[in-house]
């Protein structure tokens, strides 16, 4: 059984940056596919970015590309969103998911992939 802790969040101004934390436990990182997505009130959970286990092929929604980067320590068991010029719109409750398989990249974007979540850490931007 795999575990997710997120942590990381918080409220911050337009442009800022903050960066997400994602601890796995029950398996080591290497052998999970990463992904971060992102859910506000009265809206369907979002995609925002994903690593493969498998050469750590990573993909962004266009929304974040540019702005977002998936990264992982291994040694750590931990994965990373680094997440730089915030904006409102990036408001939510940002959520850590793993799968055990290997998706192709053009499944990274779908929730159903993924067997295991977190529970969520609450990033905020306003001004």
């Known amino acids: 059984q795999v575990q997710l802790v997120e942590s990381g969040g918080g409220s911050v101004l337009p442009g800022s940056s903050l960066r997400l934390s994602c601890v796995a436990s029950g398996r080591t990182l290497s052998t999970l596919t990463i992904a971060w997505f992102r859910q506000v009130p009265g809206k369907e959970r979002e995609y925002v970015a994903g690593?493969?286990?498998?050469?750590?092929?990573?993909n962004a929604a266009d929304s974040v590309l540019g702005r977002f980067t998936v990264s992982r320590d291994n040694g750590k068991n931990t994965a990373y969103l680094q997440m730089n010029g915030l904006n409102p719109e990036d408001t939510g409750v940002y959520y850590c998911?793993?799968?055990?398989?290997?998706?192709?990249?053009?499944?990274?974007?779908?929730?159903?992939?993924?067997?295991?979540w977190g529970q969520g850490t609450q990033v905020t931007v306003s001004s």
């Open positions: 998911a793993a799968t055990t398989g290997c998706p192709i990249t053009g499944q990274l974007q779908y929730a159903s992939t993924y067997e295991y």
């Open positions: 690593r493969k286990r498998s050469f750590g092929t990573t």
